[in-house]
């Protein structure tokens, strides 16, 4: 599911791991944290799973509610998880960017088909006048 044999996957997870070590007292030492140092929750998914959740969000292209359903978690922790792990992957490989050139016309062009579509369709009606009022 995530796109990557065992072997590669504990490669990447090894990688990763010093830079989460290194990442993590940087943000917990940010000027606007409320609680003290150990305060607070404990992550509920190991580094590994976190990291294959992301790895899945990446090569499976779900929602972030599906993945929260599959990893029992709710999809604004998902979204939390992905926002950690992504800058750290980052350092790791270069993450592919699906960015898509469009001119201006061809923009315009989209616009209209996919707001302004006016096709008329049939509605089926009574036939009596009297009830055809309540349609």
């Given at each position: 599911?995530?796109?990557?044999?065992?072997?590669?996957?504990?490669?990447?997870?090894?990688?990763l791991?010093?830079?989460?070590?290194?990442?993590?007292?940087?943000?917990?030492?940010?000027?606007?944290?409320?609680?003290?140092?150990?305060?607070?929750?404990?992550?509920a998914?190991?580094?590994?799973?976190?990291?294959l959740?992301?790895?899945?969000?990446?090569r499976?292209?779900?929602?972030?509610?599906?993945?929260?359903?599959?990893l029992?978690?709710?999809?604004?922790?998902?979204?939390r998880?992905i926002?950690?792990?992504?800058?750290?992957?980052?350092?790791?490989?270069?993450?592919?960017?699906?960015?898509?050139?469009?001119s201006?016309?061809?923009?315009?062009?989209?616009?209209?088909?996919?707001?302004?579509?006016?096709?008329?369709?049939?509605?089926?009606?009574?036939?009596?006048?009297a009830?055809?009022?309540?349609?």
């Amino acid at each position: 599911m995530s796109g990557l044999s065992l072997e590669k996957f504990d490669q990447l997870l090894e990688q990763l791991e010093p830079l989460w070590q290194e990442a993590q007292p940087k943000r917990l030492a940010r000027p606007d944290r409320r609680r003290a140092l150990g305060g607070g929750r404990n992550y509920a998914l190991p580094l590994s799973d976190r990291l294959l959740l992301l790895l899945m969000y990446y090569r499976l292209y779900v929602s972030q509610e599906t993945l929260g359903f599959w990893l029992d978690m709710d999809d604004s922790a998902v979204s939390r998880r992905i926002r950690q792990l992504e800058p750290l992957l980052a350092q790791v490989f270069r993450i592919p960017e699906h960015k898509i050139e469009m001119s201006e016309a061809e923009i315009e062009q989209l616009f209209f088909e996919l707001f302004f579509d006016a096709t008329e369709q049939p509605i089926q009606r009574p036939q009596r006048k009297a009830k055809q009022k309540q349609y």
